[in-house]
């Protein structure tokens, strides 16, 4: 084995880093003399400077991208070659020609109806078990966050364990029932007809995490005399629940709604580390890469792209504006 010195091995990428650092730099004092020569004040000057950066990130890792990914969606492009513009052709190919791509698009779109409103109720029961006064509390918090904290492909690998048809850790406990009904142990992710229960399952490890934390922030912000008036009034548990913690909880419950959508119609790493059948189709963030690393369809991947994208887009809206009927915040004029 060749041994290479510091300089062989990383030279080059310092010898960048140090340029682009100083080219920064540069532009830096440009723009503040620049802007100082034109009159501006020399406070105001030093903020553009300063930001310049962070502008420069924004239309070189983000902006471009973004506009290149949409140029790319109407071209072919294998990246070994210069890209051809072909018009919509990959829209075409994508809605009339591709099956895979609405297998994709009905197990991603199923996947997000089943994750998010099961997810959402779940950490919301979680969030109301942990904000009770109980002994240990804080112990219980720490304990229910700790799945959270995991790898995702770490938690991916362990549920495609737990899953598996032959040696897993649901199926063993199932089979009691299996013998009691003389049924075959379930196939889970490697028949067509499960693949869809079996990531929604997978997808409950969730409520042990980040939603059941934002729930509980919001449960502690849920003003105390509320609850003294609901008392007075001979409110109980459950009447309590519907009239003052949910609606008062409502913007919190708004924003893991929103969030969860986004994340579901774009999950990729389970997936990615999860092989299921071809029939069943895949989800459409695994569906992108493939088309773009495995067969070098860089224009028609950015096309799918851009379709999830609008998707996603479209969603979002119709969650805003129904946010007006079910979504209370405290001092709005109505």
């Known amino acids: 084995m060749i041994e290479l010195s510091f300089w062989d091995a990383y030279g080059s990428t310092l010898l960048h880093w140090i340029l682009v650092g100083a080219a920064i730099g540069l532009s830096m004092v440009l723009l503040n003399r620049a802007l100082v020569a034109f009159g501006v004040k020399r406070e105001t000057a030093t903020g553009y400077a300063l930001v310049l950066p962070w502008l ?5 890792w983000i902006l471009y991208p973004f506009a290149r990914s949409l ?6 492009y294998n990246i070994l070659q210069p890209a051809q513009w072909i018009g919509t052709d990959n829209y075409v190919k994508m809605f009339t020609g591709d099956k895979q791509f609405w297998l994709s698009l009905r197990l991603t779109i199923l996947y997000s109806l089943f994750n998010v409103p099961l997810g959402t109720l779940g950490a919301l029961g979680v969030a109301l078990i942990l904000n ?27 549920w495609r364990w737990m899953l598996s048809p032959s040696s897993g850790l649901i199926n063993f406990l199932l089979s009691p029932i299996y013998a009691a009904l003389d049924m075959e142990p379930l196939a889970w992710f490697t028949d067509p007809d499960l693949v869809l229960p079996s990531f929604v399952i997978m997808g409950m490890w969730g409520v042990f995490g980040a939603n059941t934390i934002i729930l509980l922030a919001g449960l502690k912000n849920v003003p105390r005399h509320l609850y003294d008036v609901a008392d007075l009034d001979g409110a109980n548990q459950g009447q309590k629940l519907r009239y003052v913690t949910i609606p ?5 419950l708004f924003y893991v709604v929103i969030t969860g959508i986004i994340a579901s119609l774009q999950i990729f790493t389970q997936a990615f580390f999860i092989e299921i059948p071809r029939r069943a189709g895949t989800f459409l963030n695994v569906l992108i890469y493939r088309e773009a690393f495995q067969f070098r369809h860089m224009g028609y991947a950015s096309a799918i792209a851009w379709f999830q994208l609008i998707l996603i887009l479209l969603i979002t809206l119709l969650v805003f504006k129904s946010s007006a009927a079910w979504v209370y915040y405290e001092g709005e004029r109505r």
């Open 56 to 60: 420069l990130g924004l239309g070189i």
């Open 71 to 76: 140029y790319l969606s109407f071209t072919q």
């Open 132 to 158: 009770r006064d109980i002994k240990g509390i804080g112990v219980w918090r720490t304990i229910y966050y700790l799945p959270a904290v995991l790898p995702v492909v770490a938690v991916a690998l362990l």
């Open 248 to 252: 008062m909880l409502s913007p919190t």
